[in-house]
């Protein structure tokens, strides 16, 4: 376990020289880095600025609090590689090295050393270095680390209760309630299909201690809830459908309407969540339509050559345990068909099980002389994948992105700064950049909507020490200037009276 930990963090590091570290770009990353600066500042929530309109951004509430949507979790495993190790994106590494361990231990409760070794090795090659859970901050390998504590947990009880695999699945189940809470009541109900035939047996006391070691986190989400709601029942997520419009509701709930006035960015971003379904009101063919149009992005959880792994491993669902395998994985599918658009997080938490799937399809191809060099190709055609795609990124200098250029530049500039982002009428909705920390006061750098020269003037006194600036990351490449006030319009003309034709009279009509 600790050589399969080592490895991916080992091998992602080594591409440091032409890959650096990841530079966050989407809302969604930023959002799970203010929690994790929240929690760093030892608070769930943060008092709200007061000048709010100059911060709003996507996925941040401004009021009751200044604070993200998200739940906690993946922001607990950025904050703890931010305190210990000095950089959040340390957490990113820590949770794909959990991964690949655990994956190997989950799979040593299912199949031999031999085989859950070659399963931890194939965990490494398509969920570590080069993968996009390691390579951002939106998440993905802390969910499926629960996973592989739950689904490890469940077959160790099945043969003997241990009150430590009672623990374990406890700790899983609450990992996932703290990552995915939505994703997490699929979780309990695979548990429970899982305990079925054997429904008879004692099974009150691990259950009773896996509650147990869940409640932590329930109280933990409850405690999140009340300090950036107001609410115990209230998630920020809810707040902000309500407030903003976004994220989409779930397709059997009607669309959520915003409450407070958006701006720009803001209303087109939630014109194209409303997008992402097809109707208003679900069907049940648009509902198995968008099930099978998903199929093709099952790929991302699948090396090419494990296809057929996953053909040998069919005839093993005769067995209950393979088909409550494949029974979890449709659970999951099903229950994650209810968003609007899809994320491969969404199914991080059933990881381990496609990767059960592929090694149990090898393990049966391997009992027959023609099956076993199947499956070493299929073995040896995945390593030479893996190998390419690594040796490919260690030779190829990542282009750095925009964010990184204006970063280098805003990092020359010296002392505390305020920078105003303008953005042009043809800016891309998704590309915003007004996100700040969790002390947005106490930052060096504040980044700021520009609402005009009237209302800037307001910020610009209510910071009176630090240097303006401006960016126009609409420009190529995106220009940062010294702050200048937008110029005023020219006062539009009054428009000009038409002279009013003589009334129509009978006697003017020739």
Known sequence: MMALAILPVGLRLALLPHHPVPTPD????????????????????????????????????????YSSIYPIGQGLALAFGWM???????????SCAALCALCYWMLRGWTSPRWALLGGLLCVFEFGPLNAWTNDYWGGSLAAAGGCLVFGALPRLREKYRVRDAVWLGLGMGINLLVRPYESVFLVLSVIL?????????WQR??????????????????????VTGSWMTLPYSVSQYQYGVPASLTFQANATPHNILTREQDLEYKSQRAFRASEVETAGSYFRRLIFR????????????????????????????????STVALFAL????????????????????????????????????????????LWLCLAQFVFAYATGAVQERIPSRRIAVDRQVAQIPGKLLVFVRYWPNHIFQDEWVYNGADIDGSRVVWARDLGEPEDE????????????????????????PYKPEPALPPAEPPKKEKTPPPLRFENIP
Not at 194 to 202: K, N
């Open 206 to 227: 691990p259950a009773l201690i896996a509650a147990l070691v869940v409640l932590p986190a329930i109280g933990i989400t409850l405690l999140q809830n009340e300090r």
């Open 84 to 94: 210990i190790f000095g950089l959040p994106w340390a957490g990113v590494l820590a």
């Open 295 to 326: 199929i093709r992005y099952y790929r991302f959880f699948f090396y090419a050559p494990l296809y057929l792994a996953l053909i040998a491993f069919v005839p093993a669902i005769r067995s209950y345990r393979y088909l409550w395998v494949v």
């Open 458 to 481: 307001k910020l610009r006194k209510y910071y009176p020490g630090r240097a303006v600036w401006l960016l126009e990351p609409d420009a190529m490449p995106p220009a940062l200037t």
């Open 335 to 378: 229950g994650t068909n209810f968003f609007p658009a899809f994320q491969f997080h969404y199914m991080a938490a059933v990881v381990c099980l496609f990767v059960l799937m592929s090694v149990a399809g090898l393990e049966w191809l391997s009992r027959w002389d023609a099956g076993a060099k199947a499956a070493n190709l299929i």
């Open 194 to 202: 899982f305990w079925l035939p054997d429904w008879r047996r004692a």
């Open 26 to 65: 989407i809302y969604d990353e930023f959002g799970h880095l203010l929690v994790a600066d929240t929690l760093r500042h030892f608070r769930l929530a943060n008092p709200p600025h007061a000048l709010p309109q100059f911060f709003e951004t996507f996925f941040v509430l401004q009021r009751p609090t």
